[in-house]
């Protein structure tokens, strides 16, 4: 019993003392630990804080918007900017923050825009998505509670209930077009478009990230079908000319190719027709389709000729080098095509045209979404090249330097 006391007298004083030992060093530990985490997060929190004073200070000099790389304080010039519903309705210094926290675990990019009806400067975190995945972009919008995405090249807006959002939920959108234009527009026996227009409109829908698909339509019932209700189609496209009197019913976009009147006439007698006056005569069989612009500038300007309705616009060309007719109303845009396929044709006026225009798409009002992405899409062809190209490709004079 002694020595088992003297030896527990022993032994207890080591055990306390590891005991001891053991507890203060777990203390110290955990006392380090939190020391070294609460220091981490006065970093990170300094981190943060500097970074959303310097985001602050950029939107005093921007209060009409932008989107910022904060991990770079630059400001990307491409992209679809996309806001977090998490950051949703974050305003004035004091809330910029945590948005600038949300950036930072996510894509680092934040956008702001000024309110002058309260006076507040709202700040987002924002996704940004490629050009190229605009329904990507439209998609996660809709997730976010957002009423639009935001396009950075242009700056464009285009809301989420808009015409827009409509074709990409659908998946295809819908273009009207005659299919009887060579070679802007048209359509074979078995059904398939090819020509100038027809390229355009498949450049926008794969901007817009969707399959395509033509509806037929015709000249003289163009205006109808497009202000059609429910719609038959999203836009037309293919020989439109711009014109006031269209803009006042409805919407068309930029000219993405130069126009104007001009004839179509038999090669062997390209000399006689110099001028309006040489066709402006009573034995000069003058022919036009139905419901167009050709027929409406021959009625108004040529009074002495013959005028002959003929139903379709494809079968003229052919009709005047076989001498039922003299003489077609065309464009500057469709005589080439016809001269460089039939030896039997010439268009002895093309470098003088009557008038002077541009072919455009052609939508109802209330689509401004769409005439925006139309618009930026005829631009961005413009810029590239690509439409310049096209232009070579049906051998078309190109207008836009």
């Given amino acids: 019993m002694t020595t088992m006391r003297k030896a527990e007298t022993r032994v207890f004083p080591s055990i306390k003392i590891w005991f001891l030992i053991a507890v203060l060093a777990i203390c110290g530990t955990t006392s380090f630990a939190s020391c070294s985490s609460n220091e981490d997060n006065s970093t990170e929190q300094s981190n943060i804080t500097n970074i959303a004073d310097k985001v602050w200070a950029f939107s005093q000099s921007h209060p009409d918007g932008f989107t910022i790389d904060i991990r770079t304080m630059t400001e990307p010039t491409e992209g679809i900017a996309v806001s977090y519903a998490a950051t949703q309705n974050s305003h004035s210094r004091d809330q910029l923050d945590k948005v600038v926290s949300h950036a930072l675990q996510h894509e680092g990019y934040v956008g702001g825009c000024y309110?002058?009806?309260?006076?507040?400067?709202?700040?987002?975190?924002?996704?940004?998505?490629?050009?190229?995945?605009?329904?990507?972009?439209?998609?996660?919008?809709?997730?976010?509670?957002?009423?639009?995405?935001?396009?950075?090249?242009?700056?464009?807006?285009?809301?989420?209930?808009?015409?827009?959002?409509?074709?990409?939920?659908?998946?295809?959108?819908?273009?009207?077009?005659?299919?009887d234009y060579r070679p802007l527009s048209f359509r074979e026996a078995d059904g398939t478009y090819w020509g100038f227009g027809i390229e355009v409109a498949n450049e926008i829908a794969a901007r817009l990230g969707v399959s395509i698909a033509f509806v037929p339509t015709s000249w003289p019932t163009l205006t109808a079908d497009v202000l059609a209700e429910p719609q038959t189609f999203d836009l037309a496209i293919g020989g439109i000319t711009i014109t006031d009197t269209r803009r006042e019913t409805m919407l068309m976009s930029e000219g993405y190719l130069a126009n104007g009147k001009t004839i179509l006439c038999r090669a062997s007698e390209a000399d006689r027709y110099q001028s309006l006056a040489d066709i402006d005569k009573p034995e000069v069989r003058v022919m036009v389709n139905p419901g167009g612009l050709n027929e409406k500038f021959a009625n108004e300007n040529l009074t002495h000729a013959t005028i002959v309705i003929h139903q379709k616009n494809e079968e003229i060309p052919a009709l005047i080098a076989e001498g039922q007719a003299d003489v077609m109303i065309t464009e500057i845009t469709e005589a080439p095509y016809y001269v460089q396929t039939d030896a039997r044709l010439a268009a002895p006026l093309l470098n003088k045209p009557f008038t002077h225009g541009e072919i455009g798409v052609l939508m109802q009002k209330g689509q401004e979404d769409l005439l925006q992405m139309v618009n930026n899409v005829i631009r961005q062809m413009k810029s590239d090249g690509s439409l310049q190209k096209l232009h070579e490709k049906y051998g078309l004079v190109y207008a836009y330097e």
Wanted: glycine share 12%; proline share 3%.
């Fill in 115 to 179: 309110n002058s009806e309260d006076g507040l400067y709202y700040f987002d975190s924002t996704k940004l998505f490629p050009e190229s995945d605009l329904k990507g972009a439209v998609q996660f919008g809709k997730e976010n509670g957002q009423y639009s995405v935001f396009i950075l090249s242009t700056y464009t807006d285009i809301p989420l209930d808009g015409k827009v959002a409509e074709i990409i939920e659908r998946g295809t959108i819908l273009f009207g077009t005659t299919g």
